[in-house]
T-cell receptor, first 120, second 108 residues
Framework: GAVVSQHPSWVICKSGTSVKIECRSLDFQATTMFWYRQFPKQSLMLMATSNEGSKATYEQGVEKDKFLINHASLTLSTLTVTSAHPEDSSFYIC????????????????FGPGTRLTVT | RKEVEQDPGPFNVPEGATVAFNCTYSNSASQSFFWYRQDCRKEPKLLMS???SGNEDGRFTAQLNRASQYISLLIRDSKLSDSATYLCVVRPFQKLVFGTGTRLLVSP
């Protein structure tokens, strides 16, 4: 199946600093990428949907100025957590959606391995 | 009310047992349904899609009841390697909505 990578796999940073997480689709072009966050014992929560070349669409309650998303190419999206605080510590997972078939409809979503962020 | 509800478990079963998980969803516009498996500290991985007619993949059987907005997953002959959290996922529009997951522990 399709492969999605994330970098870094884990990061520890100090409160007030910014952290950038990269998500890459390795063997397909992803017109849409999704960013999720998962706190312990909770479900994955969609933070934002990112379409290549356009602004991301953020879910209700997610601060767009705090979680900056850039989707500059069909294989790369980045999430920057600005001025991170301990409550931002979480498991961040990206997902990329490929276009399938001649109809161009997109259904398959492939998940990256996740990035574990710890803010001290 | 959560969009996707699951019993968090854990379900503790011995090897070889049959175990069933249930899930309900609130959005009647949901069009696609899935079961994902998530191991500790890992990303979720697609286990199987769920169709109205019901579908089977080896030891795993999934059922969908649209009228009741209910999805199930049956695991037969449980293996130790089946220990994981099973996520019920629905797609009402273009976005996946995840349940909190049901944790399964299979013991020797």
């Amino acid at each position: 199946g399709a492969v999605v990578s994330q970098h870094p796999s884990w990061v520890i940073c100090k409160s007030g600093t910014s952290v950038k997480i990269e998500c890459r689709s390795l063997d397909f072009q992803a017109t849409t990428m999704f960013w999720y966050r998962q706190f312990p014992k909770q479900s994955l929560m969609l933070m934002a949907t990112s379409n290549e070349g356009s602004k991301a669409t953020y879910e209700q309650g997610v601060e767009k100025d705090k979680f900056l998303i850039n989707h500059a190419s069909l294989t790369l999206s980045t999430l920057t957590v600005t001025s991170a605080h301990p409550e931002d510590s979480s498991f961040y997972i990206c997902s990329a959606r490929a276009s399938l078939g001649t109809s161009g409809t997109s259904y398959e979503q492939y998940f990256g391995p996740g990035t574990r962020l710890t803010v001290t | 009310r959560k969009e996707v509800e699951q019993d968090p478990g854990p379900f503790n079963v011995p090897e070889g047992a049959t175990v069933a998980f249930n899930c309900t969803y609130s959005n009647s516009a949901s069009q696609s349904f899935f079961w994902y498996r998530q191991d500790c500290r890992k990303e979720p991985k697609l286990l199987m899609s769920v169709y109205s007619s019901g579908n089977e993949d080896g030891r795993f059987t999934a059922q969908l009841n649209r009228a009741s907005q209910y999805i199930s997953l049956l695991i037969r002959d449980s293996k130790l390697s089946d220990s994981a959290t099973y996520l019920c996922v629905v797609r009402p529009f273009q976005k996946l909505v995840f349940g909190t997951g049901t944790r399964l522990l299979v013991s020797p």
